[in-house]
């Protein structure tokens, strides 16, 4: 357990610039242009996984854009300036190794507000459970799963203009199942959906705020994959996977789309 103060002032450009680039000017790679209108697709879940096109490599002199449904309480990691407040983090593994248990939860609010006198509150939990059913069963071959999910809510009272409710859930699950020896069966899913009204900010070349773009989320990522692996060894190994990945916006400025793939993979970790 532990509490943090985050001056709304404090900047430090190695600790503040995002692994991702949300700017709108940064494209995806992939299906860049969707639908008969010729639509600019938005940075999905599926890009920030497989869409190197994204990354920032360099250090940002400002604080870079961020999208709230995919982090909003701390979008700069726990350097994220103007916030105050406490942090709980757990952890608990089984004696016999049938499975292990993470979880953070925490309660923060700004210092001070942005365009008002009223403040944001950011209230997350999040865990990650895994199980070894192949130790559960006492089974040679590996047979396990994982299951992670976060919930983060934010919130700012005040008048109709003031007033901010975002909701936005993460879930993810993995499983896989060694059919023949080096020879396993895997499926996992993310998801994301996010829900309610934020604020994103306009700075200028010295951080300092322009504008407040009000914005009204609705929406569902998803991404789905299924696939056959072969371990060469511990750190090398070929899958191939089919994808059905896309979005669900559910409002008039965005048309729904999903897509799908088959995938061969080498992968060597040094």
């Keep these: 357990m532990g509490y943090r103060y985050v001056d709304p002032n404090f900047r430090s450009s190695a600790a503040q610039s995002r692994r991702i680039d949300m700017a709108e000017s940064n494209l995806n790679s992939i299906y860049t242009i969707y639908s008969n209108d010729a639509v600019v697709r938005p940075i999905s879940i599926f890009d920030i996984i497989s869409d ?3 990354f920032n490599q360099n250090i940002s002199p400002t604080l870079m854009n961020f999208n709230p449904i995919f982090s909003n309480a701390l979008p700069y990691g726990d350097a994220t300036p103007n916030r105050v407040g406490l942090f709980l983090d757990g952890f608990y593994k089984h004696k016999k190794k049938y499975f292990n248990i993470n979880f953070n939860t925490s309660f923060f609010s700004e210092v001070i507000g942005q365009g008002t006198s009223r403040k944001r509150t950011f209230l ?4 990650l459970t895994k199980v070894n059913l192949n130790e559960l069963f006492n089974q040679r071959k590996e047979f396990n799963f994982s299951l992670g999910y976060r919930n983060q809510i934010t ?3 005040g008048d109709s203009i003031e007033r901010i409710n975002l909701n936005s859930t993460h879930i993810d699950f993995k499983i896989e199942k060694e059919l023949l020896e080096k020879v396993y ?4 899913t993310k998801r994301i959906k996010g829900i309610g009204n934020e ?3 306009s700075r200028d070349d010295f951080d300092e705020i322009l504008t407040f773009q009000q914005v009204n989320y609705n929406r569902i990522d998803y991404l789905h994959a299924l696939g056959i692996k072969y371990q060469f060894k511990r750190d090398v190994y070929i899958d191939v996977q089919y994808n059905l990945w896309g979005s669900e916006f559910n409002i008039a400025n965005f048309n729904d789309f999903d897509f799908q793939r088959l995938l061969f993979i080498f992968s060597i970790k040094l």
């Design 155 to 157: 919130n700012r009272e």
């Design 199 to 201: 604020y994103l900010v």
């Design 185 to 188: 069966f895997n499926f996992s």
């Design 124 to 127: 997350t939990f999040s865990q």
């Design 52 to 54: 190197q096109n994204i």
